[in-house]
């Protein structure tokens, strides 16, 4: 059977803002599945900031898109046709199929991984959000670059985000004495509060960001997991306790900047607090996966973390729905559902 | 016997660059030594960048030095007449006596230490420099922080400054592959290579900074000791290799603008690179000082190590030579001589 496979392509460089417009919606026919491949339906595509990075045409961590390439994103899909040995019709499944509708495959990994079962008995979408890259990542940041201790107080930016919800959630969980999360307006703090069960939220849009931080820890911060860069780490900067940690996974305030944006005035308090300051990028972790989805599972089917996934709908939406996170609008993982599964 | 001590005094707090009228000529009478003291003679005045930061009102791991208060800083003296049982005139002792021509005390520490004798068979003014607060600051900054690794390659700013120089003198006796020294001007970057003993020198003032580095270090930096700030510190975010570490000491390059100036645009090479960047203090390492003091001294005794002081003159020229600094005028650690040795 062949199929139209439709596919967000990258059309243009962004500068500055990231636009629809860098997009363009085309599609290419799928003749039929030959012997030793599979073909995946996708049925949630996952965004990240990180994905911003990938776009620019720049040195980085990993290759850029190319112009014209299918976007590169994690997805979650189900096959449905099979002439894999290890794979059967029905079965859902993960990996980096991209910002389209279809993806064929044998089975080999490529730089940015294979094709993963979705273990039985969750909802699939759960292994893009807090069993996925952005789960993932908060786990390693917290576990594996500035392991939280006993009693540190503790503050998260973007801490209503896929990964900053997660992180501040597992400081909790590792005996942080004080949690603090900042997010942009009340309804996210008061999910913070009420659902994440941090001790305080401080809204960035709101609210004096500096004043809240002297309040919130007037012997200041322990440990400062910063996912938004600019100004809030210039601030955080200032609130550090003598020999503080600062882990950065992200700078999402700067992402869309055509050129980057002046750093932390603050940063000599690096040396003035003796602080540490360390980056880190998930897939440096990787071979510790299994302790780490096995944790979050845990904690998410025990409710001692609470997740939240913002589930847009439609492929056509798909640059859209990526826009959500520059605009400050997810609550928790930004997800798309482009298809049921049958 | 009474005394007339003329003392440089802070006068206002600098706006901006410091200016010799920041401070004013002032005495006192010291009537006489009483029991139980001894009247301290100073010889060498010692400068250091930190000391930029001491005299802005600001918090910071000392208190700054008070309007009217004599300026704050180390120095080695002798002792002219002495009522106290354990120490006789004569000798030759330092501490943080201070701009000033005589110390009168009775030998209980301060907050910023006590008075401690010179070794014999060195020159004096060697506890100033390598043996002293900037020699101990490039010790610990190497063999604590991010310690040096086989086969590292290094590049140090600041490299022909008193810390600097004996920094990357070190990092080049612990091993390290290749040692590039930052520093302003011909004189120094020639010094640096022929008597420092560096692989190469780059002359910040003349050259484009970062493509020398990139010259220089094709496979990225791995650890970078940090004592400027600023621009350089911007060019070596982008220099540096994939899990490399920065040392940062300082950050001269900002200390004298009236408010903080914008850090590092590269910021988010911290997290790409998953770099790990730290900061200290001297202050918190001087329990290990007596090993420092033996390494430090062996190896400028045997000359594995070079080691440079700017001598300047004359107790009227005090603030003009601590000016130095900030001018990038000194090779080495900037003195100044007072008076001789009875």
Known sequence: MAYTNRQWRLAARPVGMVKESDFELASEEIPGVAEGELLIRNLFLAFEPAQRGWIDDVESYVPPVQLGEVMRAGTVGQVIESKHPDFEKGQLVSGMFGWQEYYLTDGTPTAFGGVSRVPDGIPPQRVLSVLGATGMTAYFGIDEIHPVQEGDNVLVSGAAGATGSVAAQIARIRGAGKVVGIAGGPDKCRWLIEEAKLDAAIDYKNEDVRKRMREEFPGGVDLYFDNVGGDILDAAL?????????????????????????????????????????????????????????????????????????????????????????????????????????
């Open 238 to 342: 200032l609130a550090m306790a003598e020999r503080g940690r600062i882990t950065m996974c992200g700078g999402i305030s700067g992402y869309n900047e055509a050129t980057p944006p002046p750093g932390p005035s603050n940063i000599m308090q690096v040396v003035i607090k003796r602080l540490s300051v360390k980056g880190f990028i998930l897939f440096d972790h990787v071979t510790n996966a299994g302790k780490a989805i096995a944790d979050l599972a845990k904690w998410s089917a025990s409710g001692e973390i609470a997740i939240e996934e913002d589930i847009q709908e439609g492929f056509e939406n798909t640059p859209k729905t990526f826009l959500r996170l520059f605009e400050g609008k997810n609550l928790g993982k930004q997800l798309i559902k482009i298809a049921d599964p049958e």
